[in-house]
């Protein structure tokens, strides 16, 4: 028996560590493309990038974690090919016989192709090494240009900020962040970057980089023919999913892997988890691809628990967070930009939750610098508990207090 | 270099060597101690680090933010006087020999 997980990310890590943990007696395979122990992706875009800091990466378990656990690592490997047929993957260096294969590929940086975007000089933030770069870099930067306002972009400003460098931002969207938070909390994110001195561009997109003297990056121009000088660019505009490999084996592929409510795809040998994963939302109640960690570590105990027999459709709640700066962004649902919203605490004193209704019911929550609020909603959302906006709306009402007493389940 | 004991809700304990400025956590999870997650990176988000300070190290400790204690409230197993999130503490010579229990479930 074996089970090939191909990702030494959060998601390849973590289904090998549930099949271990729940049972699993056959043997584990985990291929890495980057070589060294599989690490922590979220902290490179924040603390590993915190002004006089000399940062180590944060490794997802530690190297005892796969002698214990009986786990074969194969790091520094690609897998070529898969042989659905034969049952087989093919590495650089040979290849592995599995009765399971889990993709857990990830997803690469969306890359610019405007004039001048090869230049040195010009980043992006995914590996450690893009982190080791920008680490760096920082504290000689002094003009810093960042194309897109989404959370990388974001975070990546704050920190920039934090090295004392001026801070340009270009989105071509009218909000940050726009794919994921609601308009009233985009814009007030807006503001609060801009109070803390991010000159932040909404509506204008990059049009070309310009060399400078040394023939490094020099200047990024938008789409206004504004002219933003750069020493330093961070290009943050999304991610692809990792699904070529799939697709090549003739599985259906269609923004990432194609797999059922049990995680599975079209072949029930071959499972896709995390942010390559294309699956049928039972919070959205559409097919989604999420890009986060509680989406990669849910994801792959569940797909664990299907390789070892089990048949229950994926519904945990998708919940993520952001550290921007001062505002420590959480997220509980899925809020959609046509959500009827309600503001509860403070905006002005970077506090409160924005709570979203859809049909009259509470379907997500966004949170700045409020976890009780955030983990509340988290309790509440899962268990299904139907919060109406009229009840949110009672004086005195919080999240913490509904989400202390019993929770009964609306039945629709 | 400062120790850390961990203590399992088993009573078995492991005791490592932690370079001064290293968090409760990241020691953890690099050495492969069961029941200490980390799961959002060390940002206090997820509250799966949570630990039970034995009391003789509490004054030692750093304050609790208002970002921990809330996160603490809602952490899966049961709040008491000494929990704290893993990721928060950082340790130093006065932390050397520091004991913690780990609790029953972080998920």
């Known amino acids: 028996m074996s089970v090939v997980v191909i990702g030494g990310g959060q ?9 271990r943990t729940e049972g699993y007696g056959g043997e584990i395979h985990v291929i890495a493309e980057e070589s060294g122990l599989p690490y922590q992706r979220p902290p490179l875009s924040k603390d590993y990038l915190a002004p006089g800091q000399e940062p180590a990466p944060l490794p997802l378990r530690g190297a005892s974690f796969f002698v214990d656990k009986n786990v074969t690592l194969h790091e520094g490997a690609q897998a070529l090919a898969i042989d659905r047929a034969e049952r087989k993957v093919k590495l650089t260096e040979g290849s592995l016989d599995y009765d399971h294969l889990v993709f857990a590929t990830g997803a690469r940086n969306r890359m610019l192709n405007c004039p001048g975007a090869s230049l040195s000089g010009i980043h992006g933030l995914k590996t450690l090494t893009d982190a080791e770069a920008l680490h760096t870099a920082l504290p000689t930067a002094r003009n810093i240009v960042i194309i897109g306002a989404g959370f990388i972009g974001l975070e990546f400003a704050a920190a920039a900020l934090a090295h004392g460098c001026d801070v340009t931002v270009l989105e071509f969207a009218p909000r940050p962040m726009g794919r994921a938070l609601t308009p009233v909390m985009g814009e007030w994110f807006a ?54 490999l799939a697709s090549d084996a003739g599985l259906e592929t269609s923004n990432g892997i194609v797999v059922d409510e049990t995680l599975r795809t079209a072949d029930p040998a071959v499972l896709a988890i995390g942010d390559c994963a294309s699956f049928p939302s039972a919070h959205a109640q559409v097919r989604l691809r999420l890009e986060s960690v509680q989406n990669a570590t849910d994801q792959a105990r569940h797909a664990a628990r299907t390789v070892l027999g089990a048949n229950h459709p994926y519904t945990e709640l998708p919940w993520f967070w952001s550290t921007q700066g001062p505002y420590r962004l959480q997220m509980a649902g899925l809020a959609r930009p046509d959500d009827d919203t309600l503001v509860l605490g403070d905006q002005a004193a970077a506090k409160f939750s924005v709570l979203c209704f859809r049909d009259g019911v509470l379907t997500a929550v966004e949170s700045v610098n409020a976890p009780a609020d955030h983990m509340a909603a988290r309790k509440l959302l899962a268990a299904g508990t139907g919060i109406t906006r009229d009840q949110a709306e009672t004086e005195g009402f919080t999240l913490k207090a509904v989400a202390s007493t019993p929770l009964v389940p609306v039945v629709a | 270099m400062p120790t850390v004991t961990y203590t399992q809700p088993n009573g078995t304990q492991q005791t490592l060597q932690v370079e001064e400025g290293t968090t409760l956590m990241r ?56 929990s704290r999130l893993g990721c928060q503490i950082k340790i130093d010579a006065e932390l050397t020999g520091i004991v913690v229990d780990i609790p029953a479930g972080q998920l």
Do not use: K, W
């Not at chain 2, 009391?55 to 008491?80: F, G, K, N, V």
């Open chain 1, 11 to 19: 998601a390849g890590l973590q289904v090998a560590d549930t099949l």
């Open chain 1, 191 to 244: 503001a609060a970057h801009r109070s803390q001195g991010v000159d932040l561009r909404l509506g204008e997109g990059i049009d070309r980089f310009e060399p400078g003297a040394d023939g490094r990056v020099g200047a990024a121009v938008s789409t206004t023919g504004a002219s933003y000088p750069a020493d330093l660019v961070l290009v943050g505009i999304g991610v692809q999913p990792n699904d070529t």
């Open chain 2, 27 to 82: 020691a953890a999870v690099s050495n492969g101690i069961d029941g200490i997650i980390g799961e959002c990176g060390g940002q206090a988000m997820c509250a799966t680090c949570h630990v039970y300070v034995r009391p003789e190290y509490a004054e030692a400790l750093p304050e609790i933010s208002d970002d921990e204690d809330e996160m603490l409230d809602c952490a899966t197993a049961e709040r008491m006087d000494s």
